[in-house]
């Protein structure tokens, strides 16, 4: 069984930044797609960014211009770039890979705040 292991969350506060970063706990053959999901507290799980092999990434209308995914295929590792950070991205945040499988990240809570 692939578990997806995220690092990099926090206590950050408004305007600061954050790396998240997401593995693959053994060599997966072929990730369609990669990405962020977040869950803030009383909200529906909402999609923060993708990446697919050879496309654009799609980003959310709310962290456009401030966030940045990006993906290692020989690390089987998506990374996700946070900046100008804003209390209302408080969540928890998951990474998700798509293999034909759907797998999920345990979830790293990210916190912003004065």
């Known amino acids: 069984q692939v578990q997806l292991v995220e690092s990099g969350g926090g206590l950050v506060q408004p305007g600061g930044s954050l790396r998240l970063s997401c593995a693959a706990s053994r060599c997966i053959l072929s990730i369609v797609l990669m990405g962020w999901y977040r869950q803030a507290p009383g909200k529906q799980r909402e999609l923060v960014a993708v990446?697919?092999?050879?496309?654009?990434?799609v980003y959310a209308d709310s962290v456009k211009g401030r966030f940045t995914i990006s993906r290692d295929n020989a690390k089987n590792t998506v990374y996700l770039q946070m900046n100008s950070l804003r209390p209302e991205d408080t969540a928890v945040y998951y990474c998700?890979?798509?293999?034909?499988?759907?797998?999920w990240g345990q979830g790293t809570q990210d916190t912003v705040s004065s």
């Open positions: 998700y890979y798509n293999t034909g499988i759907e797998l």
């Open positions: 990446i697919s092999r050879g496309s654009s990434p």
